[in-house]
C-alpha cells in the first residue's frame, strides 16, 4: 500500500444554498422528477451544465503548478461535455489553493463551489474551492488531481457505495481517524463510512478500482482486510461521467 494521505470532502454552508446553486445551474439536478435516477456514488444533484467551460482558478501558481494539474485534470475531458479553461488568480468556477498550511488535500462537490461561502454577493468573495499539496516531481500528485477533479465534477468516494464489500471495523475506523487525522465523527460518516441507501436512486455497481476509491488501511476493517489506491480512471468512472456528461 501506499502512505495514506487524507482527502476531504469539503461540505457546503447549507443544504439550501448547495440545493439552490446545483438547481440554478442545471434544472435537472433538481430530485423532484417522480422517478428514481440511475446514480454511481456520485451526487447528481451537483453536476455542471453540460457544454460548459468551467473557469479553472489557481491562486498564485506557478507555470509548473497549473501545467501538472492541468495535465492531470484533463485525463478527464474525454468523458465529459465539459471544457477547462486554466488562468491565474482567484475567479472562477473552481478555485485551487496550493500547499494549504495545515497539509488539508479537499474539495468541494461539483456546483457547490458556486456558493458564496465568504459572505459576499459576487464570484470575488468566494473563497478556494479546492485544495492540492504541489511538490515538483510527486508522483503521487496526479493521483490526487484526477480524485479530486472527479469531486470537482460531481462524484463523491467511491468506497462509500452503500453497496461496498468492505468489511468496516466501525468503531476502530472512529478511534484511528480521531489518533491518525484529529477527525471527528461527522467527518469521518461524511468521507469514510457508507453512505445511506435512498429510495431515490438506483445504483451503478460497487466500484473497487474507481479513482475515487481511497486506500482502506487493515486499522479500518475487520479480518486484516485492505486496498490500495488505484491511480486511474476506471470503466465505473467513464460510465458516470458519460451519463452525466452526455456528448451532443
Known amino acids: 500500500m501506499t502512505a495514506f494521505s487524507s482527502c ?5 454552508v447549507s443544504d439550501t444554498a448547495s440545493y439552490s446553486a446545483a438547481t440554478n445551474e442545471h434544472p435537472i439536478n433538481t430530485n423532484n422528477t417522480g422517478s428514481r435516477r440511475k446514480r454511481n456514488v456520485g451526487s447528481h444533484t451537483k453536476f455542471w ?12 501558481a506557478s507555470d509548473e503548478a497549473i501545467e501538472e494539474v492541468r495535465a492531470a485534470a484533463s485525463e478527464w475531458l474525454p468523458y465529459v461535455n465539459l471544457t477547462f ?17 495545515d497539509g488539508i488535500e479537499a474539495s468541494q462537490i461539483g456546483t457547490d463551489a458556486l456558493i458564496d461561502d465568504i459572505g459576499g454577493t459576487d ?11 504541489w511538490t515538483p516531481g510527486s508522483h503521487r500528485f496526479r493521483f490526487v488531481v484526477l480524485h479530486e477533479f472527479g469531486h470537482a465534477l460531481g462524484a463523491l468516494h467511491a468506497h462509500q457505495h452503500p453497496n461496498s464489500d468492505i468489511p468496516w471495523d466501525v468503531p ?77
Not at 476531504?8 to 457546503?12: A, D, K, S, T, V
Not at 451544465?49 to 498564485?60: D, F, R, S, V
Not at 465523527?185 to 478500482?209: E, H, M, R, W
Open 49 to 60: 451544465k453540460p457544454g460548459k467551460t468551467l473557469k479553472i482558478a489557481m491562486y498564485n
Open 172 to 248: 476502530n475506523t472512529y478511534r484511528h481517524c480521531a489518533q491518525t487525522f484529529g477527525w471527528d465523527k461527522s467527518v469521518v460518516d461524511a468521507n469514510i463510512l457508507p453512505l445511506l441507501l435512498s429510495d431515490q436512486f438506483t445504483y451503478q455497481p460497487y466500484d473497487g478500482d474507481s479513482v475515487m476509491h481511497y486506500e482502506i488501511p487493515n486499522e479500518w476493517t475487520v479480518g486484516y482486510w485492505g486496498q490500495s489506491e488505484s491511480w486511474a480512471i476506471s470503466n465505473g468512472d467513464i460510465a458516470m461521467m458519460r451519463n452525466a456528461y452526455p456528448k451532443d
Open 123 to 133: 464570484e470575488q468573495r468566494r473563497g478556494p474551492s479546492m485544495y492540492l499539496n
Open 8 to 12: 476531504r470532502i469539503l461540505q457546503p
Open 85 to 101: 479553461d486554466f488562468v491565474k488568480g482567484d475567479i472562477g468556477d473552481i478555485r485551487i489553493f496550493l500547499n494549504r498550511p
